[in-house]
């Protein structure tokens, strides 16, 4: 099975995944995020079907809140 | 008995007329000092030297502080303060979050002082009545009132035998005796802090300041909750201290620049319209927005700490609390304030206790609050945790800590260290809702449990060890506390930097110093101690100098610009960090940026560190933190994530957990894992300019500017 990065831990990729896929397997539910596709950042109202390809480094960034 | 009655039982002890004194660019640039031994009332002006080293609010109650206590002075000892100082910002209507007040004194329950930032009115209308602090120090014989009246200038004290000590029938009497009439334009001129009757009897009192909702025509309640205040206030037989002010004017601080504050006020208003609705909802649910958050990030703390997340937790999601709050009311604890998150439970009709049956309003709950009272002792309903909300602000003491403090009492019980026998029948498990109200009610009456329970976690941690043999080592490694403060509500097991964040605090494992987990453990951004080390430096620093100004911290991050992740440091918020230099010159009329912002906190902050020091503290030995906030302690915990803590014992220990027992994995973890904490400190304290025993280098504070002759006599003996 291929895998994809996310914030620097591996997990596996599947046929299709988009970025809702991965902030769903990842549990990300917090709304303040910014995220980036191979350094290419996706919009919010792309999230629902920005294909993440297989291979792929993907950063969730959190601003941070909380505290 | 009706007010006059009430008022007609005062015996005044003192009065004094002062002269009237107008703020001039923030400040009045003199602090009023009350004594409750003598019964003496000074007006004492700023030197120029305080006012350029320790700028306001948290800054000016360390050196009054300091002045006034020796190093051995205990919190009990009349010559103990509780200083409250508001910082040169508070009080401006154009900007959110501008109406704080900064309190310190020696705790109860870490030996070493205590801060503790609080919202309400108190704090800017003490400035409209001329004065930068309050100091109260000494002892009254019996309960007696302070009141400082703005409008006469006047400040008496009087004993006061017949008004209630409870928190949300006090300030209503006191803001209906001191207020010219009825009428709410009126009674929003007073403010009132207070305590109530837990405070009397356990070591974690805290301070209720008021606010008289206009809309609601009701006093609402803000709280400086932690490390004991309301029980040193109570100690004093303080009953209260009101404030009286003439009303709230454009320009009270007469500011250099109105228009720059303006500007920046009008920006983040839009900010709030536009982006919280997508953001935080912090107009909506408060910081309560936070409780299924945390949960899906495994950081709500459930039983102890012992856990981050729990099937249940849905019973505190932010869809509940936003159904419980009334919405569509501006609940600013300040006037002005965009952000609005001071939310509240409306007719809440109690269950419990003396007030059982009556409908009341509730100040919260927050997120602190809700994980604390709710799903770190197990408790997953939500009016059970708006109803131990309500008794913990009226009696008077600290949500978190009661929080923190419950749940260890029952991880104990449920581990056998104590029993039925030891807690007067109560059976004090996980989720035992009717034990839980019935231990806030023996806190209040000073009876059975709840007066052991409420010496706090290292207070019980002695009594259960001394009095039945408890394991010392094994509730050292549960209890979480450290320097004596109950820890507040997140699970740092997963996050190194936050574990610094927590333990190598001033104060005690209060995350108002650092909030890095995020950062840390789910963006990945400061993987290296250096990196932890240079965010467990400014971050702490950058959020010190919200204490000396008069700030709340929310607005900085809780709700952000648009473009802020396309910035160089987007976890620094740079548009807000601009905006509150250009706030503090244009209030001041100084001309500082962002480094010497950072400059002025180092200079507190690091002062405050001596402080400890001078009292026998602030060494290495105690940033020391209990296990559980780095790992799993028990086997139960361990299993709770065995894959998870497998796969990281094999990638980040380089050890093979096959045909390892629970029991060797845990060891082999915490071997770990606390070697680590120990290179964190290591490389925090160079970062910070500090020997390897935590104490700041002489070189450092005479390159900071804060090589007061004082400071350094109590380095050099530590160098």
Known sequence: MGKITVNGHEIDWNDNMTVRNVLDRMKYSFRMLVIKVNGTIVKREDWETFPVPEGADVKVIHLMSGG | MNISELKSKH????????????????????????????????????????????????????????????????????????????????????????????????????????????????????????????????????????????????????????????????????????????????????????????????????????WFDIKRKKCRLKQAGRGGIGTVFRNKKIKAVVVKSAGVTQDPNHVANMEAIKERGARFAREMKELDPHQCRMKQEGTAHLVNIMNDYNLLPTHNFKFGSHKNADALHSRVWNKKFTQGMNDGCWIGCTMNCAKAVDNFVLKSGPYKGQSVIVDGPEYETAAGVGSNMGIFDADTVIELNFYCDTYGIDTISFGTMTAFAMECFENGIITKEHTGGLELKFGNIESALELIHQMARGEGFGKIAGLGVRGMKKYFAEHYGADMNFMNDIGMENKGLEYSQYVSKESLA???????????????????????????????????????????????????????????????????????????????????????????????????????????????????IRRGYGLRKHDAQPYRAAGPVTVEEYKSLEEFYDKKMKEDIGVDPAGKSVEEKVAITRKYRENRYEQLLDAVYERRGWTKNGVPKIDYMKKIGMDLPEVIEVLSKHQ
């Open chain 2, 498 to 612: 936050q574990q610094g964040g927590y333990a190598m605090t001033n104060k005690g494992p209060q995350h108002d110093e650092a909030w890095l987990i995020f950062m840390d453990m789910v963006n990945n951004h400061i993987p290296t101690f250096e990196n932890k080390a240079e965010a467990l430096h400014y971050f702490p620093m950058f959020r010190t100098w919200f204490g000396l100004m008069g700030l709340c911290k929310l607005p900085w991050n809780d709700v952000e610009p648009e473009n802020n992740a396309q910035t160089d440091e987007p976890a620094k918020v740079p548009e807000h960090v601009d905006n509150y230099v250009a706030i503090y010159n244009a209030v001041t009329g100084s001309n500082i940026d962002k480094h010497e912002m950072i400059r002025q906190s180092e200079r507190v902050y690091n002062f405050q560190r001596t402080f400890n």
């Open chain 2, 11 to 210: 015996k005044p002890l003192k009065q004094m007329t002062y002269e009237p004194k107008e703020l001039y660019r923030g400040y009045t640039d003199r602090t009023l000092y009350i004594n409750l031994d003598t019964n003496d009332v000074m007006i004492k002006p700023v030197p120029a030297r305080m006012k350029e080293k320790f700028i306001g609010g948290k800054g000016y109650g360390l050196r009054l502080l300091w002045d006034a206590t020796k190093p051995e002075t205990k919190w009990n000892d009349n010559e103990n303060e509780i200083v409250i100082s508001p910082g040169p910002i508070c009080g401006i209507t154009q900007y959110a979050g501008a109406g704080k007040s900064l309190v310190v004194a020696i705790s109860p329950i870490t030996d070493i002082v205590i801060d503790s930032n609080v919202g309400g009115f108190f704090g800017p209308f003490l400035k409209f009545s001329g004065f930068d602090a309050l100091e109260l120090q000494g002892k009254a014989k019996n309960d007696v009132i302070i009141v400082i009246d703005g409008t006469k200038n006047t400040v008496s004290i009087e004993e006061a035998p017949a008004e209630e000590i409870d928190s949300h029938i006090l300030a209503e009497q006191l803001t209906e005796m001191y207020s010219d009439s009825t009428d709410p334009r009126d009674m929003k001129n007073i403010s009132v802090i207070s305590a109530g009757h837990a405070a009397d009897h356990t070591m974690i009192g805290m301070l209720n300041f008021s």
